[in-house]
């Protein structure tokens, strides 16, 4: 459609009648302001207008005006490209990960529940990310190749069981089979978060060897380590005491790893601290903005400008003529 970016530039439309309407002045200041269209287009001094006046004459006044208001064309909405992230999701479901050393909603859970519903609202924020999901135990598996598929992302995190990859934990294959799929992708943000309640007991590769070839495939790791740091259970002798059920989790490891990758490292002790771990990567790792548009604008004023420097140049060659 057409479109006048500046159209209060039309009521200037009778500013030549107002300039043969003042009160005569030196003539130094008349050439000042006079135009070479003014006496054919309006007769006397007192601002009478002539109707038999030649169109050439009030051409080039208007066709000015219309160059001045800057006449555009603009096109049909064009959507901007979005750019959003390939993020990887690798879940520790280890033997380890049934310690109820939980909470949700007051109710004692175990550790893979409490990442379930954590993990399940963080994956339907990150609208205009792929998303792929890894399941680790003793084995690491790709579960959800990259996919802007949210929801089969949260319903298979969901149906993932405890043990079902084994009872050991294999962190370094998990992030080994993130590089390959990372190197599968073109290339754009990549992350892996790694959640963990252990250290690595099996798999082929090593943690901080993995994390080398993650630098090197720019995929930036984000490792949280999951689990309470003190729980009060039944003695034998039926008293309690106080243990510690994340004894066995490796956080120099994890750190190293985040180092390594240029990430960070998280410990979630409770489902509150895990839900403000995922609130901070939202932030770290920005959700991609709504999709926007814009619309091509083509100025046109050089057309009216051309046309009215022509139509001056006719008035003045008609007025040698005449």
Same mark, same amino acid.
């Given at each position: 459609?057409?479109?006048?970016?500046?159209?209060?530039?039309?009521?200037?439309?009778?500013?030549?009648?107002?300039?043969?309407?003042?009160?005569?002045?030196?003539?130094?200041?008349?050439?000042?302001?006079?135009?070479?269209?003014?006496?054919?287009?309006?007769?006397?001094?007192?601002?009478?207008?002539?109707?038999?006046?030649?169109?050439?004459?009030?051409?080039?006044?208007?066709?000015?005006?219309?160059?001045?208001?800057?006449?555009?064309?603009?096109?049909?909405?064009?959507?901007?490209?979005?750019?959003?992230?390939?993020?990887?999701?690798?879940?520790?479901?280890?033997?380890?990960?049934?310690?109820?050393?939980?909470?949700?909603?007051?109710?004692?859970?175990?550790?893979?529940?409490?990442?379930?519903?954590?993990?399940?609202?963080?994956?339907?924020?990150?609208?205009?990310?792929?998303?792929?999901?890894?399941?680790?135990?003793?084995?690491?598996?790709?579960?959800?190749?990259?996919?802007?598929?949210?929801?089969?992302?949260?319903?298979?995190?969901?149906?993932?069981?405890?043990?079902?990859?084994?009872?050991?934990?294999?962190?370094?294959?998990? &992030?080994?089979?993130?590089?390959?799929?990372?190197? +599968?992708? %073109? $290339?754009?943000? @990549?992350?892996?978060?790694? #959640?963990?309640?252990?250290?690595?007991?099996?798999?082929?590769?090593?943690?901080?060897?993995?994390?080398?070839?993650?630098?090197?495939?720019?995929?930036?790791?984000?490792?949280?380590?999951?689990?309470?740091?003190?729980?009060?259970?039944?003695?034998?002798?039926?008293?309690?005491?106080?243990?510690?059920?994340?004894?066995?989790?490796?956080?120099?490891?994890?750190?190293?790893?985040?180092?390594?990758?240029?990430?960070?490292?998280?410990?979630?002790?409770?489902?509150?601290?895990?839900?403000?771990?995922?609130? &901070?990567?939202?932030?770290?790792?920005?959700?991609? +903005?709504? %999709? $926007?548009?814009? @619309?091509?604008?083509?100025? #046109?004023?050089?057309?009216?400008?051309?046309?009215?420097?022509?139509?001056?140049?006719?008035?003045?060659?008609?007025?040698?003529?005449?």
């Amino acid at each position: 459609m057409y479109n006048f970016d500046w159209p209060w530039v039309f009521f200037l439309l009778p500013l030549p009648w107002l300039v043969r309407m003042l009160p005569k002045v030196s003539q130094a200041s008349i050439t000042t302001i006079d135009a070479p269209f003014l006496n054919d287009l309006f007769g006397s001094k007192s601002g009478e207008f002539q109707p038999r006046a030649s169109v050439f004459n009030v051409l080039p006044w208007l066709l000015l005006l219309l160059a001045v208001s800057k006449p555009q064309w603009i096109g049909e909405a064009v959507p901007l490209p979005v750019e959003g992230r390939d993020l990887m999701l690798a879940i520790d479901i280890s033997g380890s990960m049934e310690q109820k050393d939980m909470q949700i909603n007051g109710q004692a859970v175990d550790r893979l529940t409490a990442v379930k519903k954590v993990a399940g609202e963080f994956i339907e924020r990150r609208v205009g990310d792929r998303l792929g999901l890894i399941l680790f135990g003793e084995n690491a598996y790709l579960q959800v190749p990259l996919t802007f598929d949210r929801e089969t992302v949260k319903t298979l995190l969901f149906e993932a069981a405890i043990g079902l990859a084994g009872k050991s934990t294999a962190i370094g294959d998990s &992030i080994g089979l993130a590089v390959k799929k990372a190197r +599968e992708a %073109e $290339q754009g943000n @990549r992350v892996l978060i790694v #959640l963990t309640d252990g250290q690595n007991t099996a798999g082929a590769i090593e943690p901080l060897k993995a994390a080398e070839l993650a630098r090197a495939e720019a995929l930036k790791i984000y490792t949280i380590g999951v689990g309470a740091d003190e729980l009060v259970v039944n003695s034998f002798f039926g008293g309690q005491r106080r243990i510690n059920p994340s004894s066995d989790l490796d956080e120099a490891s994890l750190k190293r790893i985040a180092a390594i990758t240029e990430g960070e490292y998280f410990r979630a002790r409770d489902t509150n601290e895990l839900e403000q771990i995922y609130a &901070i990567l939202d932030e770290l790792e920005p959700l991609a +903005e709504e %999709e $926007q548009f814009y @619309r091509p604008t083509k100025e #046109l004023y050089m057309w009216p400008l051309f046309a009215a420097l022509l139509s001056l140049f006719l008035t003045l060659w008609l007025r040698r003529l005449s």
